[in-house]
């Protein structure tokens, strides 16, 4: 591990230039939050675009196949994608502006498809409510692809394009904090990768190495009165261990309560 930049402010969302030799990231060093580069270990730190005062922008993703980058832009209370090449020229708006009253609002995270014809964001609709989204760079047809009952974030494609790895939390579910999750490439199916609550996703990211993910399977229902239930931990919600009865010798009743686990 090595400290790549030191200066005063923020230094957040990093990503890789196709070749692996630039760091591309969002920094608030100079005011406003714009978009800088730096070698592997911050040499020659630079403006990568310039932006009129009150302009901020964030999140960038850079496709490593296409060497254009998508980032968000946010102005007189909107935000938006927008479109450079990996010079930095070729400045372009794209996609559907969306109100953005507060900072953390409307368009987030973008990142490209593998084969960097498709865009995946997160419309943030409020605090803790948000769906994923895509957009065909082509068309520039946007289509729903997850709408948890809750909040999706930070999401990545795998490199081979069959999965999508992204952070989500559904408190009513049981999922109080945000938990690194796997997708498919349609946003159908999702699974948690790791379920475990003393942990919050703060970023995500995927090797270019990185094997090919296993295909998301779908969910499946289950009868209750043909599986076993051992519990490993919850709280007492009604009565006492004293009040568990074995009616037959095989079974105990239980009252239990859905808790975040």
Not at 117 to 141: E, H, K, P, Y
Not at 156 to 169: H, Q, S, T
């Amino acid at each position: 591990e090595a400290r790549i930049t030191a200066e005063p402010g923020f230094d957040e969302t990093p990503c890789w230039s196709p070749d692996g030799n630039v760091v591309l990231f969002a920094t608030a060093r100079a005011g406003d939050s714009r978009l800088w580069t730096c070698g592997l270990s911050g040499q020659n730190p630079q403006p990568f675009l310039a932006a009129d005062p009150g302009v901020e922008d964030r999140e960038p993703d850079w496709s490593r196949t296409t060497d254009r980058v998508v980032f968000v832009r946010r102005q007189n209370g909107q935000s938006r994608l927008h479109l450079a090449f990996g010079d930095g020229t070729g400045l372009l708006p794209f996609g559907t502006a969306r109100p953005s009253p507060a900072a953390g609002l409307g368009v987030r995270e973008p990142c490209f498809s593998p084969d960097g014809n498709t865009i995946a964001f997160v419309d943030m609709l409020a605090t803790g409510a948000s769906r994923l989204m895509s957009v065909d760079l082509q068309t520039g047809a946007e289509s729903l692809l997850f709408a948890p009952s809750g909040e999706v974030r930070m999401p990545r494609y795998a490199p081979f394009g069959n999965a999508m790895l992204c952070a989500i939390a559904e408190p009513l579910l049981g999922k109080q904090t945000l938990r690194l999750s796997m997708l498919d490439a349609g946003g159908a199916n999702p699974q948690l990768i790791e379920p475990g609550e003393q942990w919050e996703c703060y970023g995500v990211d995927a090797f270019p190495t990185l094997v090919g993910l296993p295909p998301v399977a779908a969910t499946t229902t289950v009868p209750l009165s043909s599986i076993e239930v051992q519990l490993s931990a919850g709280n007492v919600t009604q009565g006492g261990k004293n009040q568990l009865e074995s009616e037959d010798g095989q079974f105990l009743i239980l009252g239990t309560a859905t808790f975040d686990g």
